[in-house]
């Protein structure tokens, strides 16, 4: 690789750090940014596991131990009307977001390349556990899943287009988590052994029904559980507070244990079912991005991954209309929620992905 000016996204964490090490140790001009996604001056929000002050702390730090430059850039209102209102949004209408896909693509990505640009920089690297490389045309980069299948982040990167991918750089993806952390260490920096961030970064409590009530109050109704025959069986606060194949929390006494199979948020209802009820063969994905930038012409074979920690199932995928897709299983998959993101791989490469209808 010729030596480039880089941009790093910094988030505090040892992945990210390590990124920025690695760059430096092959020679490159590296320039570190963090994102402050919210006013934190108050005291008064307390973080999950990530984007918090002592983050922001940790990458200043490494950053001064790489001998690197460091910014944060306020993100708190592209953050808010990008990530945070969606999030409350969907989750009032009765799916279930995944915002980290949206935070890569929507927010890291697209702000970070602008910003990056006005440091005259040439990619921008982020701490993913994800590969990239050149493939013949039409697909001039293809993304690919990192080597360590307990960390591999390619599930959140599907949303990314071609000219985002010719500007990215993922140094670590070709390395195990237990890698990154000797090379932290090999390193001498401070956040070698930091805990990974488990929880939502907005969502200090773990508590995303609790955090949408207080953006939405009018969302707390109740309202009933039916069971698949539309009889009611229980009652419910809010259609917020569930997803599909969700089993605790319902209030229900039954010999049989019942999941959420549908949520209809227009009729402020809920329905339960035995866990078959929950096996699909089919969904509709929608707002679908091909990484080559051309979808295919006709139906094509895929593995598809209903959720982050789903395992792959082969599946066909059928493009259709308005950047839509239909996709058949061979296989019952269980708990198909709308709001989730459905991405297709082809052994390792991922070719695209949508949102679950």
């Not at 140790?25 to 005291?43: F, K, R």
């Not at 929000?45 to 790489?66: I, N, P, V, Y």
């Not at 920089?121 to 993913?128: N, P, S, Y």
């Amino acid at each position: 690789m010729k030596t480039m000016r880089i941009v790093v996204a910094m988030s505090g964490g040892v992945d990210s750090s390590v990124a920025a090490a690695q760059l430096v140790d092959e020679g490159h001009d590296v320039i570190g940014l963090s994102m402050q996604l919210y006013d934190q001056q108050a005291g008064e929000r307390q973080f999950g596991g990530c984007c918090s002050l002592d983050d922001l702390h940790d990458a200043r730090s490494t950053a001064a131990m790489l001998e690197i430059p460091h910014y944060t850039m306020n993100f708190e209102r592209q953050f808010d009307a990008t990530i945070v209102s969606t999030f409350v949004r969907e989750y009032a209408a009765g799916r279930t977001p995944i915002p980290c896909v949206q935070c890569n693509g929507d927010l890291k990505f697209a702000h970070l390349l602008d910003r990056a640009g006005a440091f005259g920089a040439d990619a921008v690297a982020t701490g993913h556990y994800a590969r990239l490389d050149q493939g013949s045309e039409p697909v001039r980069t293809r993304l690919r899943r990192g080597v360590d299948p307990d960390k591999d982040q390619s599930y959140f990167l599907f949303t990314l287009t071609q000219a985002q991918l010719a500007q990215a750089l993922f140094p670590i993806g070709h390395l195990h988590k237990t890698e990154v952390r000797a090379y932290a260490r090999s390193r001498g920096l401070s956040v070698a052994d930091k805990p990974d961030s488990q929880e939502l970064c907005f969502v200090a409590d773990g508590n995303p029904a609790g955090f949408v009530e207080q953006r939405v109050p009018s969302v707390a109704r109740s309202g009933p559980i039916r069971d698949q025959h539309g009889h009611q069986v229980g009652s419910h606060d809010g259609v917020h507070r569930f997803t599909v194949g969700q089993r605790k929390g319902l209030g229900l006494s039954t010999s049989v244990p019942l999941y959420v199979v549908a949520i209809d948020a227009t009729e402020n209802a809920i329905t339960v079912g035995a866990r078959q009820a929950l096996e699909r063969t089919r969904l509709t994905a929608s707002s679908v991005n091909w990484i080559s930038g051309i979808p295919p012409t006709s139906r094509c074979s895929v593995t598809a991954r209903i959720r982050h920690r789903h395992l792959d199932a082969p599946a066909t995928v059928e493009p259709l209309r308005g950047q839509r897709a239909a996709v058949v299983f061979e296989e019952p998959q269980s708990a198909v929620a709308p709001g989730q993101a459905v991405v297709f791989y082809d052994g390792d490469t991922v070719l695209g992905g949508g949102w679950i209808e």
